[in-house]
């Protein structure tokens, strides 16, 4: 499982001092992010190609909270790819501790031009694993 660090800053915390529970999708978006820059491409890059892959589905657990200044560690991996979807599946954990804090899935649709489904980039597909 790949992992990203992330460190929590002081606006991602609500009036109780935890993580406000929307910000768990952004750090989502984050480790995806940088899943694909260690496989040695971009968003970025996918998007110059023609293609997209908006959200279609978020399931989000939340366990235990994520505080002020916490470094976090949101391990991601891909446990499905079909022709046009992509599922990325999250687990959130602080540095250091084996207790997870928050569970998650996304699923994506991978669009081409024009906004129709397309099939995935290879590179994209060969991230299940």
Known sequence: MFQARVRVIYGDTDQ?????????????EFARSELLRAHGRSYREMEAEGFSLPVVEATCRYVAPARYEDVLLVGIEVPAVTRVTLTFRYQVTREGEAAV?????????????????????????????
Not at 16 to 26: F, I
Not at 118 to 125: F, H, S
């Open 101 to 129: 804090l928050c569970t998650g899935s996304t699923v994506h649709a991978c669009l081409g031009k024009g906004g129709r489904p397309a099939r995935l980039p290879e590179w994209v597909a060969a991230l299940r694993g």
């Open 16 to 28: 109780m001092g935890v993580v406000y529970y929307a910000n768990y999708l952004r750090y989502f």
